[in-house]
């Protein structure tokens, strides 16, 4: 469940600084961010309940992952939201916003670890953007990165994941990211922002060289970074020791708690 959470912190840096290097260095002045922050949340949102749902209560299930982002907005506002998302999370009422950004996409991985079907991690998806990302392109986004997570920790090969979200979410994975890395910008439209981290992973060779090449698009480099570590992650099993020892003292110790509460439940 850290190869989110890393990803965001190495990101976080050249979310500002911009880089097309593939061999960039780690930055000391690098720290969480919001994407950490709100994966938090849906950690605590399944933590407090695993019940599976059906389509008739993804509304309900949606105020619960709802209440959990302004929860943790309010712990931690300052880490880098959005201006929608602040606004929202601060509005007196539970109002149901229409963003088409990468923002419940950069949370969505601990549902693919959390779910025993397919068909779970994508209600259960669906529930967590209800209040937040209630727009087609954001939901697709969100769904393909949880079950990517989920086929990748069941040890599905790179092939097979490619070819499942190829045709479920209808992505066009078979670009090369050196091709797409040309003209690549900033963008975090989820439409424009989730395939490229998706195809950063499935080039990987590790965990390290998936957040290599997603920070190295130029691009909103600690979403694309937690995207696609969070996948690398699950697929790899594995996290160089020189990275987790980078990031770890950077993570709050509240934080860090409930992801362990996460991993020690949901996780093997
Ligand atoms: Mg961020």
Same mark, same amino acid.
Request: glycine share 6%; hydrophobic share 35%.
């Given at each position: ?9 190495? +990101? ?6 911009? $880089? ?15 994407? !950490? ?6 950690? /605590?949102?399944? @933590?407090? *309940?695993?019940?599976?749902? =059906? ?24 880490? +880098? ?7 929202? %999370?601060?509005?007196? *009422? ?17 549902? +693919?670890? &959390? ?9 259960? $998806? /669906? ?6 990302? *209630? ?6 986004? %969100? ?29 066009? @994975? !078979?670009? /090369? @990211?050196?091709?797409?890395?040309? =003209? ?40 694309? &970074? ?21 990031? *770890? ?7 860090? =708690? ?11």
């Amino acid at each position: 469940m850290f190869g989110a959470i890393y990803g965001d912190i190495i +990101g976080s840096y050249y979310e500002t600084h911009c $880089t097309k290097e593939y061999d960039f260095e780690f930055q000391k002045d690098s720290t969480f961010t919001d994407d !950490t922050v709100l994966t938090v949340a849906v950690c /605590k949102a399944i @933590l407090n *309940n695993s019940e599976s749902i =059906n389509r008739w209560s993804v509304r309900k299930r949606g105020l619960e992952y709802a209440g959990q982002f302004r929860q943790y907005y309010s712990y931690y506002p300052n880490s +880098g939201f959005g201006n929608m998302f602040s606004e929202w %999370a601060r509005c007196d *009422n539970f109002k149901i916003d229409h963003s088409y950004a990468n923002g419940a996409a950069m949370r969505a991985v601990p549902i +693919g670890y &959390a779910y025993k079907t397919i068909e779970q991690v994508l209600l259960q $998806t /669906k529930a967590s953007c209800y209040y937040t990302h *209630n727009n087609r392109e954001a939901i697709k986004a %969100a769904q393909a990165v949880a079950t990517a997570v989920f086929l990748a920790r069941k040890g599905e090969s790179k092939q097979n994941i490619k070819v499942f979200l190829q045709n479920l979410f209808h992505y066009d @994975l !078979t670009k /090369k @990211l050196e091709d797409i890395k040309e =003209n690549y910008v900033f963008d975090s439209r989820a439409s424009y922002s989730v395939p490229p981290a998706i195809i950063a992973f499935l080039e990987s060779t590790d965990y390290e060289s998936a957040i290599r090449n997603a920070i190295s698009l130029g691009g909103d480099a600690d979403t694309e &970074a937690c995207i696609a570590g969070g996948i690398a992650e699950a697929y790899y099993k594995d996290i160089p020791k020189h990275i987790s020892d980078f990031c *770890n003292r950077k993570i709050d110790y509240t934080l860090k =708690n409930v992801i362990l509460d996460f991993q020690n439940r949901f996780c093997e």
